[in-house]
């Protein structure tokens, strides 16, 4: 199953009790609330490799990231920068790299924090 990538766009809790403990190599969640409810067994997939994010987050990143991960991508959407740097602390927790693509997310944000986003935004990409 480590070849499966699974596109998840109206998730459930039983649909993520389903997973637990699989195999899967790609998940695709398509909404902060799908993440949220996979953040519990997230841990458990231990092929998981890239995990791909739609949504808005903000606060803190709470995802339990499982130890094969290589690959965490915020593909359309908004985070603010508490979520982002959450997230890189979540990654400091992992024993390799984690490659982090985020496409436009950043600039999305400014919106969400105004000004004291931006400050904390500048400071990351530097």
Same mark, same amino acid.
């Given at each position: 199953?480590?070849?499966?990538?699974?596109?998840?766009?109206?998730?459930?809790?039983?649909?993520?009790?389903?997973?637990?403990?699989?195999?899967?190599?790609?998940?695709?969640?398509?909404?902060?609330?799908?993440?949220?409810?996979?953040?519990?067994?997230?841990?458990?997939?231990?092929?998981?490799?890239?995990?791909?994010?739609?949504?808005?987050? /903000?606060?803190?990143?709470?995802?339990?990231?499982?130890?094969?991960? @290589?690959?965490?991508?915020? @593909?359309?959407?908004?985070?603010?920068?508490?979520?982002?740097?959450?997230?890189?602390? /979540?990654?400091?927790?992992?024993?390799?790299?984690?490659?982090?693509?985020?496409?436009?997310?950043? @600039?999305?944000?400014?919106?969400?924090?105004?000004?004291?986003?931006?400050?904390?935004?500048?400071?990351?990409?530097?």
């Amino acid at each position: 199953m480590s070849n499966i990538e699974i596109f998840v766009i109206h998730g459930s809790v039983k649909l993520f009790e389903l997973l637990r403990d699989t195999s899967i190599g790609i998940l695709n969640l398509t909404t902060a609330n799908c993440a949220s409810l996979a953040s519990e067994i997230l841990h458990t997939l231990n092929r998981l490799t890239k995990l791909y994010l739609w949504g808005t987050y /903000t606060g803190r990143c709470d995802l339990k990231l499982p130890a094969s991960l @290589q690959c965490i991508s915020l @593909q359309k959407g908004e985070c603010s920068s508490e979520w982002l740097c959450s997230l890189l602390i /979540t990654f400091s927790s992992l024993d390799h790299p984690v490659k982090c693509e985020l496409c436009d997310a950043l @600039q999305s944000s400014e919106d969400i924090r105004g000004d004291e986003a931006r400050t904390h935004i500048s400071e990351l990409r530097s």
